[in-house]
Protein backbone atom coordinates (compact mmCIF):
# COMPACT_ATOMS: atom_id res chain seq x y z
CA UNK A 1 0.00 0.00 0.00
CA UNK A 2 1.34 3.63 -0.59
CA UNK A 3 2.31 6.04 1.94
CA UNK A 4 0.74 9.63 1.26
CA UNK A 5 3.34 12.04 2.42
CA UNK A 6 2.07 15.18 4.37
CA UNK A 7 4.25 18.24 4.51
CA UNK A 8 3.40 20.38 7.68
CA UNK A 9 3.34 23.65 6.93
CA UNK A 10 5.04 26.38 10.03
CA UNK A 11 4.46 29.99 10.62
CA UNK A 12 7.94 30.94 8.47
CA UNK A 13 6.01 28.83 5.65
CA UNK A 14 3.39 30.51 5.91
CA UNK A 15 5.18 33.90 5.18
CA UNK A 16 7.38 32.21 2.74
CA UNK A 17 4.43 30.68 0.70
CA UNK A 18 2.37 33.51 0.46
CA UNK A 19 5.07 35.95 -0.42
CA UNK A 20 6.40 33.80 -3.10
CA UNK A 21 2.89 33.46 -4.22
CA UNK A 22 2.65 36.70 -4.31
CA UNK A 23 5.09 37.49 -6.68
CA UNK A 24 3.57 35.01 -8.86
CA UNK A 25 -0.17 36.79 -8.55
CA UNK A 26 1.08 39.28 -11.02
CA UNK A 27 -0.27 42.24 -9.32
CA UNK A 28 -3.32 40.53 -8.04
CA UNK A 29 -4.82 37.31 -6.75
CA UNK A 30 -4.95 38.97 -3.40
CA UNK A 31 -3.19 40.94 -0.89
CA UNK A 32 -0.02 38.22 -0.13
CA UNK A 33 -0.35 40.13 4.07
CA UNK A 34 -3.75 38.72 4.54
CA UNK A 35 -2.87 35.47 3.54
CA UNK A 36 0.11 35.09 5.76
CA UNK A 37 -2.45 36.83 8.22
CA UNK A 38 -4.75 33.83 7.42
CA UNK A 39 -2.48 30.97 7.44
CA UNK A 40 -0.83 31.80 10.86
CA UNK A 41 -3.97 32.53 12.47
CA UNK A 42 -4.85 28.98 11.71
CA UNK A 43 -1.23 27.50 12.79
CA UNK A 44 -1.98 29.69 16.22
CA UNK A 45 -5.68 28.14 16.43
CA UNK A 46 -3.65 24.78 16.77
CA UNK A 47 -5.62 23.23 13.28
CA UNK A 48 -2.38 21.63 11.03
CA UNK A 49 -1.71 23.27 7.28
CA UNK A 50 -0.91 19.87 5.43
CA UNK A 51 0.31 19.62 1.89
CA UNK A 52 0.18 16.81 -0.37
CA UNK A 53 1.29 16.34 -3.91
CA UNK A 54 -0.91 15.48 -6.85
CA UNK A 55 0.55 11.53 -6.76
CA UNK A 56 -0.94 11.13 -3.26
CA UNK A 57 -4.32 12.23 -4.38
CA UNK A 58 -6.50 8.29 -4.94
CA UNK A 59 -8.75 8.29 -8.14
CA UNK A 60 -11.65 8.19 -6.28
CA UNK A 61 -11.19 10.97 -4.32
CA UNK A 62 -13.14 14.26 -4.29
CA UNK A 63 -10.84 17.91 -4.50
CA UNK A 64 -12.80 20.87 -4.06
CA UNK A 65 -11.40 24.17 -5.03
CA UNK A 66 -11.89 27.60 -3.00
CA UNK A 67 -11.64 30.86 -5.08
CA UNK A 68 -11.56 34.55 -3.68
CA UNK A 69 -13.79 36.23 -6.65
CA UNK A 70 -13.93 40.02 -6.84
CA UNK A 71 -12.12 43.01 -7.36
CA UNK A 72 -8.65 43.92 -6.17
CA UNK A 73 -9.57 47.92 -6.14
CA UNK A 74 -9.73 49.96 -2.79
CA UNK A 75 -12.57 51.09 -1.43
CA UNK A 76 -14.32 51.36 1.74
CA UNK A 77 -16.21 48.47 1.36
CA UNK A 78 -13.54 45.77 0.58
CA UNK A 79 -11.95 47.52 4.01
CA UNK A 80 -15.06 46.08 5.70
CA UNK A 81 -15.23 43.03 4.33
CA UNK A 82 -11.59 42.52 5.24
CA UNK A 83 -12.03 43.70 8.61
CA UNK A 84 -15.21 40.81 9.23
CA UNK A 85 -13.04 38.29 7.49
CA UNK A 86 -10.09 38.57 9.37
CA UNK A 87 -12.70 38.13 12.43
CA UNK A 88 -14.08 34.53 10.89
CA UNK A 89 -10.93 33.48 9.03
CA UNK A 90 -9.80 30.73 11.62
CA UNK A 91 -13.75 29.45 12.97
CA UNK A 92 -16.02 27.46 11.20
CA UNK A 93 -17.81 30.66 10.63
CA UNK A 94 -14.95 31.43 7.71
CA UNK A 95 -17.01 31.99 4.40
CA UNK A 96 -14.52 29.32 2.53
CA UNK A 97 -15.69 26.66 5.04
CA UNK A 98 -18.56 27.34 4.83
CA UNK A 99 -19.00 27.16 1.16
CA UNK A 100 -16.93 23.74 1.50
CA UNK A 101 -19.31 22.23 3.62
CA UNK A 102 -22.83 23.30 1.59
CA UNK A 103 -21.16 22.05 -1.45
CA UNK A 104 -19.91 18.97 0.38
CA UNK A 105 -23.62 18.31 1.91
CA UNK A 106 -25.20 19.12 -2.06
CA UNK A 107 -22.82 16.26 -3.43
CA UNK A 108 -23.39 14.05 -0.21
CA UNK A 109 -19.00 13.25 -0.23
CA UNK A 110 -16.55 14.85 2.05
CA UNK A 111 -14.09 16.32 0.34
CA UNK A 112 -10.99 14.25 0.44
CA UNK A 113 -8.42 17.88 -0.07
CA UNK A 114 -8.48 21.19 -1.55
CA UNK A 115 -6.55 22.77 -4.41
CA UNK A 116 -6.02 26.44 -5.07
CA UNK A 117 -7.49 28.43 -7.74
CA UNK A 118 -4.73 30.02 -9.13
CA UNK A 119 -1.65 30.90 -6.99
CA UNK A 120 -1.47 33.89 -5.46
CA UNK A 121 -0.74 36.25 -1.91
CA UNK A 122 -4.27 35.04 -0.48
CA UNK A 123 -6.11 32.90 -3.14
CA UNK A 124 -3.49 29.88 -2.39
CA UNK A 125 -3.74 30.32 1.58
CA UNK A 126 -7.49 30.22 0.99
CA UNK A 127 -7.12 26.72 -0.15
CA UNK A 128 -5.16 25.89 2.32
CA UNK A 129 -7.13 27.69 5.78
CA UNK A 130 -10.01 26.10 4.01
CA UNK A 131 -8.59 22.21 4.42
CA UNK A 132 -6.72 22.87 7.70
CA UNK A 133 -10.53 24.37 8.97
CA UNK A 134 -12.03 20.79 7.61
CA UNK A 135 -8.93 18.82 8.76
CA UNK A 136 -7.69 17.83 5.24
CA UNK A 137 -4.98 18.21 3.18
CA UNK A 138 -4.50 20.67 0.34
CA UNK A 139 -2.63 19.66 -2.84
CA UNK A 140 0.69 21.11 -4.00
CA UNK A 141 -1.08 22.32 -7.52
CA UNK A 142 -3.34 24.82 -9.06
CA UNK A 143 -4.84 25.00 -12.43
CA UNK A 144 -3.46 28.01 -13.95
CA UNK A 145 0.39 28.30 -12.06
CA UNK A 146 -0.09 32.57 -11.92
CA UNK A 147 -3.56 34.59 -11.35
CA UNK A 148 -5.89 35.07 -13.45
CA UNK A 149 -8.71 37.87 -13.31
CA UNK A 150 -11.58 34.96 -14.51
CA UNK A 151 -12.21 32.02 -12.93
CA UNK A 152 -12.85 30.06 -16.40
CA UNK A 153 -9.27 31.01 -17.13
CA UNK A 154 -7.95 27.46 -15.78
CA UNK A 155 -6.47 23.74 -17.01
CA UNK A 156 -10.19 22.63 -15.79
CA UNK A 157 -11.65 24.46 -18.48
CA UNK A 158 -8.88 23.56 -20.92
CA UNK A 159 -9.89 19.94 -20.06
CA UNK A 160 -13.65 20.15 -19.62
CA UNK A 161 -13.97 19.41 -15.79
CA UNK A 162 -17.45 21.12 -14.85
CA UNK A 163 -17.44 23.96 -12.94
CA UNK A 164 -20.66 23.62 -11.28
CA UNK A 165 -21.93 22.21 -8.89
CA UNK A 166 -20.43 25.37 -6.82
CA UNK A 167 -21.27 27.18 -3.31
CA UNK A 168 -20.82 30.61 -2.77
CA UNK A 169 -20.98 32.51 0.44
CA UNK A 170 -18.98 35.37 2.29
CA UNK A 171 -18.95 37.36 5.79
CA UNK A 172 -22.64 38.57 4.72
CA UNK A 173 -24.02 35.26 6.06
CA UNK A 174 -25.61 34.18 2.65
CA UNK A 175 -25.08 30.49 1.37
CA UNK A 176 -25.97 29.82 -2.56
CA UNK A 177 -25.73 26.36 -4.29
CA UNK A 178 -25.76 27.22 -8.29
CA UNK A 179 -26.56 23.40 -9.40
CA UNK A 180 -25.89 24.17 -13.01
CA UNK A 181 -24.91 26.82 -15.57
CA UNK A 182 -24.08 26.75 -18.86
CA UNK A 183 -20.77 27.18 -19.24
CA UNK A 184 -17.59 28.69 -17.34
CA UNK A 185 -18.21 32.17 -18.52
CA UNK A 186 -21.58 32.30 -16.80
CA UNK A 187 -20.53 30.70 -13.72
CA UNK A 188 -17.85 33.77 -13.64
CA UNK A 189 -20.37 36.39 -14.62
CA UNK A 190 -22.90 35.13 -11.62
CA UNK A 191 -19.99 34.94 -8.76
CA UNK A 192 -18.61 38.56 -10.02
CA UNK A 193 -22.51 39.70 -9.70
CA UNK A 194 -22.75 38.68 -6.49
CA UNK A 195 -19.19 39.93 -5.24
CA UNK A 196 -19.74 43.49 -6.61
CA UNK A 197 -23.71 43.77 -5.46
CA UNK A 198 -21.85 42.20 -1.66
CA UNK A 199 -18.62 43.99 -0.75
CA UNK A 200 -17.08 43.51 -3.85
CA UNK A 201 -15.92 39.56 -3.10
CA UNK A 202 -17.11 37.01 -2.47
CA UNK A 203 -15.73 33.21 -1.88
CA UNK A 204 -16.76 30.36 -3.29
CA UNK A 205 -16.02 26.42 -3.87
CA UNK A 206 -16.35 25.16 -6.99
CA UNK A 207 -15.21 22.27 -9.73
CA UNK A 208 -15.82 18.90 -7.29
CA UNK A 209 -13.50 16.44 -9.57
CA UNK A 210 -12.46 13.04 -8.60
CA UNK A 211 -8.74 12.10 -8.52
CA UNK A 212 -8.43 10.14 -11.77
CA UNK A 213 -9.44 13.45 -13.82
CA UNK A 214 -8.24 15.68 -11.13
CA UNK A 215 -4.43 14.63 -11.48
CA UNK A 216 -4.70 14.58 -15.70
CA UNK A 217 -5.66 18.32 -14.91
CA UNK A 218 -3.78 20.43 -12.73
CA UNK A 219 -0.12 21.92 -13.04
CA UNK A 220 2.00 20.13 -10.27
CA UNK A 221 4.26 21.52 -7.49
CA UNK A 222 3.22 25.05 -8.23
CA UNK A 223 2.85 25.66 -4.58
CA UNK A 224 6.30 24.22 -4.26
CA UNK A 225 7.51 27.02 -6.65
CA UNK A 226 6.06 30.04 -4.77
CA UNK A 227 7.23 28.40 -1.22
CA UNK A 228 10.77 28.31 -2.91
CA UNK A 229 10.51 31.76 -4.27
CA UNK A 230 9.60 33.02 -0.94
CA UNK A 231 12.43 30.82 0.99
CA UNK A 232 15.32 32.78 -1.58
CA UNK A 233 13.64 36.28 -1.42
CA UNK A 234 13.91 35.58 2.61
CA UNK A 235 17.57 34.30 2.68
CA UNK A 236 18.68 37.34 0.44
CA UNK A 237 17.35 39.71 2.48
CA UNK A 238 18.88 37.97 5.72
CA UNK A 239 22.51 38.05 3.69
CA UNK A 240 22.12 41.36 2.15
CA UNK A 241 21.56 40.34 -1.14
CA UNK A 242 19.98 41.41 -4.09
CA UNK A 243 16.80 40.46 -3.60
CA UNK A 244 14.64 41.34 -7.13
CA UNK A 245 18.13 39.27 -8.36
CA UNK A 246 17.23 36.33 -5.62
CA UNK A 247 13.60 36.17 -7.30
CA UNK A 248 14.48 35.89 -10.71
CA UNK A 249 16.99 33.54 -10.31
CA UNK A 250 14.44 31.44 -7.89
CA UNK A 251 11.44 32.31 -10.51
CA UNK A 252 14.16 31.37 -13.38
CA UNK A 253 12.88 34.50 -14.94
CA UNK A 254 13.94 37.48 -16.93
CA UNK A 255 14.41 41.70 -15.56
CA UNK A 256 12.13 43.18 -18.41
CA UNK A 257 12.35 46.81 -16.64
CA UNK A 258 13.34 49.25 -13.99
CA UNK A 259 12.30 52.71 -13.44
CA UNK A 260 9.60 55.06 -11.61
CA UNK A 261 5.91 55.53 -11.69
CA UNK A 262 4.85 58.29 -13.52
CA UNK A 263 1.08 57.53 -13.89
CA UNK A 264 -0.99 54.94 -12.55
CA UNK A 265 -4.76 55.07 -13.89
CA UNK A 266 -7.66 52.56 -12.87
CA UNK A 267 -11.15 52.00 -11.98
CA UNK A 268 -13.30 49.31 -10.67
CA UNK A 269 -15.44 48.52 -12.68
CA UNK A 270 -18.17 44.74 -12.98
CA UNK A 271 -16.29 43.26 -10.26
CA UNK A 272 -12.53 43.93 -11.58
CA UNK A 273 -10.03 46.47 -11.43
CA UNK A 274 -9.04 47.74 -14.60
CA UNK A 275 -6.29 50.20 -15.35
CA UNK A 276 -2.92 50.81 -16.90
CA UNK A 277 0.50 51.14 -15.06
CA UNK A 278 3.62 53.60 -17.10
CA UNK A 279 6.88 53.33 -15.74
CA UNK A 280 9.77 55.82 -17.20
CA UNK A 281 12.76 53.79 -17.01
CA UNK A 282 16.28 54.27 -14.97
CA UNK A 283 19.73 53.05 -15.44
CA UNK A 284 19.81 50.69 -18.20
CA UNK A 285 16.09 51.65 -19.58
CA UNK A 286 17.20 55.31 -18.84
CA UNK A 287 15.05 57.35 -21.80
CA UNK A 288 12.60 54.29 -22.64
CA UNK A 289 8.55 53.73 -21.01
CA UNK A 290 6.99 50.49 -19.95
CA UNK A 291 3.43 50.28 -20.19
CA UNK A 292 1.01 47.79 -18.46
CA UNK A 293 -2.46 47.10 -18.68
CA UNK A 294 -4.34 45.09 -16.28
CA UNK A 295 -7.70 43.61 -15.82
CA UNK A 296 -7.11 43.13 -11.90
CA UNK A 297 -3.66 41.03 -12.69
CA UNK A 298 -1.11 42.42 -15.15
CA UNK A 299 -1.50 41.06 -18.88
CA UNK A 300 -0.22 42.87 -21.56
CA UNK A 301 2.87 45.28 -22.10
CA UNK A 302 4.29 47.67 -24.04
CA UNK A 303 8.07 49.38 -24.35
CA UNK A 304 7.91 52.49 -26.55
CA UNK A 305 4.32 51.90 -27.53
CA UNK A 306 5.71 48.00 -29.01
CA UNK A 307 4.01 45.15 -28.04
CA UNK A 308 6.23 43.58 -25.29
CA UNK A 309 5.44 40.42 -22.86
CA UNK A 310 2.26 39.31 -22.45
CA UNK A 311 0.13 36.77 -21.14
CA UNK A 312 -0.11 33.96 -20.58
CA UNK A 313 3.64 34.54 -19.28
CA UNK A 314 4.03 36.15 -16.22
CA UNK A 315 4.56 40.32 -15.30
CA UNK A 316 5.62 40.60 -12.25
CA UNK A 317 5.92 44.52 -10.57
CA UNK A 318 8.57 44.03 -7.22
CA UNK A 319 9.80 46.66 -4.78
CA UNK A 320 13.13 46.65 -5.52
CA UNK A 321 14.08 46.77 -2.16
CA UNK A 322 12.24 44.38 -0.70
CA UNK A 323 11.43 42.43 -3.97
CA UNK A 324 7.79 41.82 -2.69
CA UNK A 325 5.16 41.75 -5.14
CA UNK A 326 3.06 45.46 -5.28
CA UNK A 327 -0.59 44.32 -6.03
CA UNK A 328 -2.42 46.63 -8.46
CA UNK A 329 -4.31 47.55 -5.23
CA UNK A 330 -0.95 48.81 -3.73
CA UNK A 331 0.25 50.94 -6.44
CA UNK A 332 0.66 54.30 -6.59
CA UNK A 333 2.69 57.02 -8.54
CA UNK A 334 6.03 57.68 -7.87
CA UNK A 335 6.74 54.30 -6.48
CA UNK A 336 10.19 52.47 -7.31
CA UNK A 337 9.79 49.03 -9.36
CA UNK A 338 11.43 46.26 -10.74
CA UNK A 339 9.69 44.65 -13.62
CA UNK A 340 10.16 40.79 -13.61
CA UNK A 341 8.68 38.15 -16.35
CA UNK A 342 8.15 34.83 -15.80
CA UNK A 343 7.95 31.71 -18.70
CA UNK A 344 3.88 30.21 -18.35
CA UNK A 345 3.22 26.80 -17.97
CA UNK A 346 3.37 24.93 -21.52
CA UNK A 347 -0.12 24.36 -21.42
CA UNK A 348 -0.84 27.99 -21.54
CA UNK A 349 0.88 27.72 -24.78
CA UNK A 350 -1.80 25.74 -26.55
CA UNK A 351 -3.92 26.60 -29.10
CA UNK A 352 -6.71 26.33 -26.75
CA UNK A 353 -4.59 27.65 -23.51
CA UNK A 354 -4.10 30.62 -26.25
CA UNK A 355 -7.75 31.31 -27.19
CA UNK A 356 -8.65 31.45 -22.85
CA UNK A 357 -5.91 33.59 -21.75
CA UNK A 358 -4.22 36.07 -24.40
CA UNK A 359 -3.82 39.24 -25.44
CA UNK A 360 -6.75 38.68 -28.09
CA UNK A 361 -9.17 37.39 -25.13
CA UNK A 362 -8.91 40.71 -23.58
CA UNK A 363 -9.72 42.87 -27.05
CA UNK A 364 -5.82 43.25 -28.08
CA UNK A 365 -4.78 42.81 -31.91
CA UNK A 366 -1.52 41.30 -30.29
CA UNK A 367 -0.33 37.90 -31.28
CA UNK A 368 1.07 36.07 -27.93
CA UNK A 369 4.95 36.07 -28.64
CA UNK A 370 7.20 33.98 -25.95
CA UNK A 371 8.53 35.53 -22.95
CA UNK A 372 12.05 33.78 -24.38
CA UNK A 373 11.87 35.71 -27.97
CA UNK A 374 10.73 38.95 -26.02
CA UNK A 375 13.22 39.55 -23.15
CA UNK A 376 16.94 38.75 -22.28
CA UNK A 377 18.22 36.94 -18.98
CA UNK A 378 21.32 38.97 -17.64
Request: proline share 6%; glycine share 10%.
Amino acid sequence: MKVMSRVALNQKDAVDLCIGAGILGTGGGGLPDFGIFALQEILKSGRRVEMIGVEDVPDDALILCPAGVGSIAPSPRIEERKRLRAEKVATENNPFYVALRTLESHLNKKAYATVAVEIGGSNTAYAAVTAALAGIPFVDADPVGRSIPEIDMSTFTIHGVPIAPMAISDVYDYEIIVKKVRNDKQAEDLARAIAASHGGGCSVVCRPVEGRRFKETVIPKTVSKALGIGRALSEALEWGRDPVQAVTDAADGFPLFAGKVSAFEWEDRAGHMWGSTTIDGDGIYSGKSMRIWFKNENLVSWIDGDPFVTCPDLICVLDPTSGRAITNGEMRVGAKVDVVGIASAPVWRSERGLEILSPKRFGFDIDYVPIEERAVRR
